[in-house]
């Protein structure tokens, strides 16, 4: 029989980012007895590393700006597969919760006469995105930790989730293993709430850090719940390039947002060149007016290098493909340049800037002040999810919401920069409010010993058998999602792909580990393999069924967009059989008046 503490809450939490603790101050608020889990200390979830800042129309800094113009921005850039009531709520919510988050003690940058100050993003019309220097995310953690400490949650660091416990086809709970000791976790709870953030580390580039390994996802997905849109892998267009060591830490759209640019080895703004139609009318055709843009000329458009992030990586990766790359296989970033257009110009960047300013500097020992930063795609955020009603977030099965990256709906085929950390707030209230109404409306539940026993003895296997180092199992995962099912995908690939996935399942489940359970960092890593390899499947079987380009998913033999393709999501569910099944749904209907909102702002 496994050993176990156990732990009693209404309403459980797995994640302490943005998502989770938004969603904990909610519940506790409502009176919910409630727990949060997380794989890391508190403060260290990938919020804490967001750098550009919250998109929310408040119109500070152009009063022009309002919920329908960022409806509208969201579904463009989403390619119209986006929830459209999730892109509703998001633009209509997001401000109140920016201006809660002010009144909880969050410090934002400032207009002159003392407002939030908001800069420009990509894909964004208006300068929309609240921050604080480039190290909004860490701000927002600080605030929104402090604020659920004061609210009475029970955080439980370093602890993974392993398994979510059922009770007759309702959510009762979940059961894991805490790093320090290795020790095993019950946690009984009448509704649960996933915001377990995203699945970088299924590939080799990345700007994710190592916790993000598609639990969320995984145990969801395990669990009987439908993700929907994980064809959709963002690459984002920026990461370090150089050198090896730092390759896919994130380089922020912020440094574009400030008049960065964009170029290749001729010092050509490439981007000029390839303009998409439905961006044409509002994106500027010379540097001049570009340039105008990043500085608040409310007459002009907006620079190439501010497109959206699905589209700028493919240029990038095309200049590359053509040889006009930088040395190390990226293109090249240049802030410097604004010297010669503001006389404090380094002064400007050190202050706007700062995070980047010494991440080149002790990194890679660039002065982004004076030279240009060598630049590439890395993965970045995953816009599918777990398949939530738009209004609770509740998935398909009973009990069970999903909030944050882990959640899937909003974004549609590509996300927004600014667009995560104001999902995370709205829809981490959202998963708190409905959670605790479910845990008050419903009964006790109890957890199924015979599913505990299985979680733990699962859990076990890796110890006292001979067998393979799980790192190399992870190490060829990853280099197989990066060259098969990447940025440019094609049919014969993802075919490969899912031989070599299959391949390492029967590798993963042959693993070993050495030592004891006390911090076995070998132990955590083969436990996470089966997140991993479910999620990585899950995308390429996704991927595959998707038999167009669109957003985030370029497919070099589907080339161009697919009319009836594009009005469907691609949801993927576990049979009883345990078969993946992977179908098509019709988008709902959107009403007249938000169709009449799109058509307003074409
Ligand atoms: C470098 C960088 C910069 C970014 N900049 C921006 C930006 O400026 N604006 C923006 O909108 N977005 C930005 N993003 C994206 C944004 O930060 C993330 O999408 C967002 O923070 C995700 O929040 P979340 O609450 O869903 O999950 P996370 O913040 O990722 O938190 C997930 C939590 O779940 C826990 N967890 C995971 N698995 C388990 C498990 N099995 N058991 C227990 N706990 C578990 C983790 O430990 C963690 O506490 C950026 C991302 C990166 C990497």
Known sequence: MAEYQTHDYDVLVIGAGGAGLRAAIEASSNGMRVGVITKSLLGKAH???????????????DERDNWKVHFSDTMRGG????????????????????????????????????????????????????????RTGLE???????????????????????????DDGRIAGAFGYERERGRFLLFRARAVVLATGGIGRAYKITSNSWEYTGDGHALAYEAGASLIDMEFVQFHPTGMIWPPSVRGILVTEGVRGEGGVL??????????????????????????????????????????????????????????????????????????????????????????????????KQLADIDITEQQMEVGPTTHYVMGGVRVDADTQMSDVPGLFAAGECAGGLHGANRLGGNSLSDLLVFGKRAGEY???????????????????????????????????????????????????????????????????HALKQRACRVAVAGNREYNGGWHTALDLRNLLTVSEIITRAALERKESRGAQFREDYPSKNEEA?????????QPSGEMLVTRQPLKEMPVELQQVIAEMK
Not at 84 to 112: C, Q
Not at 455 to 476: I, K, S, T
Not at 567 to 573: L, M
Request: net charge neutral.
């Open 47 to 61: 919020t804490v590393m967001a750098e550009g800042g919250i998109a929310a129309a408040l119109s500070n800094v």
């Open 79 to 134: 390619q119209y597969l986006n929830n459209w009531r999730m892109a509703e709520l998001h633009a209509r919510e997001a401000p109140e919760r920016v201006r809660e988050l002010e009144a909880w003690g969050a410090l934002f940058d400032r207009t002159k006469d003392g407002r939030i100050l908001q800069r420009n993003f990509g894909g964004h019309r208006y300068p929309r995105l609240a921050h604080v220097g480039d």
């Open 140 to 166: 927002m953690i600080r605030t929104l930790q402090d604020h659920g400490i004061h609210m009475g949650m029970e955080v439980h660091m370093e602890c993974t989730v392993l398994t979510l416990l059922k």
């Open 263 to 360: 170029k290749n080895k001729e010092g050509r703004r490439f981007l000029f060149d390839d303009i998409p139609e439905n961006y044409r009318a509002q994106t500027a055709d010379n540097e001049e007016e570009g340039w105008r843009y990043t500085q608040g000329d409310r007459n002009a458009r907006r620079p190439p290098e501010l497109l959206t992030r699905d589209h700028v990586a493919r240029c990038i990766v095309r200049e590359v493909r053509e040889g006009r790359g930088s040395p190390h296989g990226g293109v090249f970033l240049d802030i410097a340049w604004i010297k010669s257009r503001l006389p404090d110009g380094a002064a400007h960047i050190r202050r706007k800037l700062p995070s980047m300013y010494h991440q080149f």
């Open 435 to 501: 959670a605790a109404r479910f845990a008050k409306e419903n009964g006790e539940v109890s957890a199924n010993p015979d599913q505990i026993e299985e979680a733990a003895r699962r859990a076990l296997e890796p110890f006292g058998r001979e067998g393979e180092n799980p790192y190399h199992v992870q190490h060829d995962l990853q280099e197989l999602m990066q060259d098969q099912v990447g940025i440019v995908r094609r049919e014969e690939d993802m075919q490969r792909a899912l031989d070599g996935l």
């Open 566 to 574: 594009g009005r469907s999501t691609i949801p993927v569910r576990k």
